[in-house]
């Protein structure tokens, strides 16, 4: 029995030579498959976005090469987001959700302290206290199907508090940033831990 079973075996891999030529085929194909797998993850489901400007410094500077998951979602606040406003400027923004629809934005600018739903929010990755109103003033009701942000660098950000980026829209949010890639010593997570 076990050298019927040695025949067989040998007689399988006599049926198949080796060749280099055949190698070199199926290394190929395996890499050309790869490839094709890595473009329609990176056309259909995440995209690479370079950071432009300093208006999320601490967590973002200006060159950061950025994944941004390209899939339709629910932004939640806290979360870093790309979007597009092409009447404010051709290039995506990046800034980070500070309050969602149904939500207020209060801003007491002599404190530099930002109030959602009135309580204070704890921003430890701000560059500092929110002191320039810029356009914003009183309380405001982000409307059904919008976005407040603001950049993380406050006082050096045109964000929601600019009339004309205002509110969001969330058919604009391309995606939600969820990755640095480059530079290579701050690769990893923006949101820290």
Same mark, same amino acid.
């Given at each position: 029995?076990?050298?019927?079973? +040695?025949? %067989?075996?040998? *007689? ?10 055949? *190698?070199? /085929?199926?290394?190929?194909?395996? !890499?050309?498959?790869? !490839? ?17 400007? =300093?208006?999320? %410094?601490?967590?973002?500077?200006? $060159? =950061?090469?950025?994944?941004?998951? #390209? ?7 806290? #979360? ?5 406003? #092409? @009447?404010?400027?051709? @290039?995506?923004?990046? +800034? ?5 629809? $149904? ?8 404190? $530099?302290?930002?109030?959602? =739903?009135?309580?204070? !929010? ?6 500092? /206290?929110? /002191? ?11 409307? *059904? ?7 993380? %660098? ?17 058919? !604009? ?21």
């Amino acid at each position: 029995m076990k050298d019927k079973a +040695k025949i %067989n075996k040998e *007689e399988a891999v006599a049926e198949k030579p080796f060749t280099v030529r055949g *190698e070199v /085929y199926e290394w190929a194909q395996s !890499l050309i498959t790869a !490839l094709v797998i890595c473009i329609l993850v990176f056309v259909f489901v995440f995209r690479l976005v370079d950071v432009v400007g =300093d208006s999320m %410094n601490n967590t973002l500077f200006h $060159g =950061d090469k950025m994944v941004v998951l #390209d899939l339709p979602y629910t932004p939640k606040q806290g #979360d870093i987001v790309v979007f597009r406003k #092409d @009447e404010y400027k051709p @290039e995506a923004l990046v +800034k980070r959700v500070i309050a969602t629809e $149904g939500q207020t934005v209060e801003i007491d600018f002599d404190k $530099g302290i930002v109030y959602v =739903d009135g309580v204070a !929010l704890d921003e430890p990755y701000t560059a500092d /206290y929110t /002191y320039i109103p810029i356009d914003f003033s009183g309380v405001q009701t982000v409307p *059904e199907g919008c976005v407040f942000v603001m950049g993380d %660098n406050r006082n050096r950000s045109t964000d929601s508090r600019k009339a004309e980026i205002g509110m969001v829209d969330t058919r !604009l949010i391309i995606g939600k940033v969820v990755f640095v890639l480059f530079p290579l010593d701050r690769i990893g997570s923006p949101y820290g831990g």
